[in-house]
């Protein structure tokens, strides 16, 4: 029977390929009704189900402990930094872009220090993020409290589809957003630990 269903399907030309040339009857008559419809509308570019939306997650957060009680300083900076380039990394993959930057600052002692800011505009760009958890973070006026972690959530995200894209006349910033693509390929082949921003590997070494 199999080898009288291939000598058929040979002789009607119903290969997958050329599905599509075949008269939808005659692929009917071959798979069996309700097969048959499915495969010839298929192989048509024909599918009515529904479009379901895709659930974009809410928040994105990524969060950074130390391993001992840290002042402000460079340390802490530059892991703000590397909270900044894995959020952004992470809308990016998600195809999101943030509206609103919130910090969140773990103290010895169980105590918390949190300071929410709105973007400019919805972005995942490092630079934005960037300039935004920055501004957090002076926000703090940390003199010597001790650190023992801190957090960075990007929330009222939305598709980043959404975000108009403008024409920049800032030659440096469209560098730096080429630059940031790149990147992104680097990291996605390699592994996100191979390539960063340079304070960030400093500290790390």
Do not use: C
């Amino acid at each position: 029977m199999t080898q009288g269903w291939q000598t058929t399907r040979r002789a009607h030309a119903a290969q997958t390929t050329g599905l599509a040339a075949v008269d939808p009857a005659t692929v009917q008559r071959l798979l069996g009704g309700r097969a048959g419809r499915l495969a010839a509308d298929r192989a048509r570019g024909i599918d009515p189900r529904p479009v379901v939306p895709r659930a974009l997650p809410a928040t994105a957060t990524v969060r950074h402990t130390f391993p001992r009680h840290t002042l402000d300083g460079t340390h802490v900076r530059a892991a703000l930094l590397k909270t900044v380039v894995d959020l952004g990394q992470m809308l990016r993959h998600r195809g999101q872009a943030a509206r609103v930057l919130t910090l969140i600052l773990q103290f010895a002692g169980n105590t918390t220090w949190e300071k929410t800011r709105r973007l400019k505009e919805p972005s995942a760009h490092d630079e934005d993020l960037r300039l935004l958890a920055y501004r957090l973070m002076d926000a703090a006026a940390l003199q010597r409290g001790r650190l023992t972690g801190l957090a960075l959530k990007a929330e009222d995200l939305i598709d980043a589809d959404r975000v108009a894209r403008q024409i920049s006349l800032d030659d440096a910033r469209e560098a730096r957003l080429v630059a940031e693509a790149a990147v992104d390929r680097v990291r996605d082949r390699f592994g996100p630990g191979v390539i960063g921003p340079a304070a960030v590997f400093r500290r790390a070494s």
